[in-house]
């Protein structure tokens, strides 16, 4: 089992950066595939990034494709979200999650352990 824990959001304006870190406990966090999803007021849950246990096999929503960087640090059983040029439809609260071999790593329901989620506000 792995418990994840995110940060970094907060509030920006148009244009500027953050970085979001899920940090994850245990010893095994090197085994798990990760995911990032966002999830807007009122909205469903949706995609944004993925990355293989190996850091390799990174894939991107349309929405954020050139925009948004997942990496991870194994060493530091952390996955991170670096977010540039944000948009005010950037706005939501941010989730990582975690499983041990998705399938294809773009369904809420592939994962099996989430974080509580940071929220990201973009004013415009």
């Known amino acids: 089992q792995v418990q994840l824990v995110e940060s970094g959001g907060g509030l920006v304006q148009a244009g500027g950066s953050l970085r979001l870190s899920c940090a994850a406990s245990?010893?095994?966090?090197?085994?798990?595939?990760m995911g990032w999803f966002r999830q807007a007021s009122g909205k469903e849950r949706e995609f944004v990034a993925r990355i293989r246990w190996s850091g390799g096999s990174t894939f991107y929503a349309d929405s954020v494709k050139g925009r948004f960087t997942i990496t991870r640090d194994n060493a530091k059983s952390t996955v991170y979200l670096q977010m540039n040029s944000l948009k005010p439809k950037d706005t939501a609260v941010y989730y990582c999650?975690?499983?041990?071999?998705?399938?294809?790593?773009?369904?809420?329901?592939?994962?099996?352990?989430w974080g509580q989620g940071t929220q990201v506000t973009v004013s415009s």
């Open positions: 999650a975690a499983v041990r071999n998705w399938r294809l790593g773009v369904g809420v329901t592939e994962y099996d352990y």
């Open positions: 245990g010893r095994t966090f090197s085994t798990y595939d």
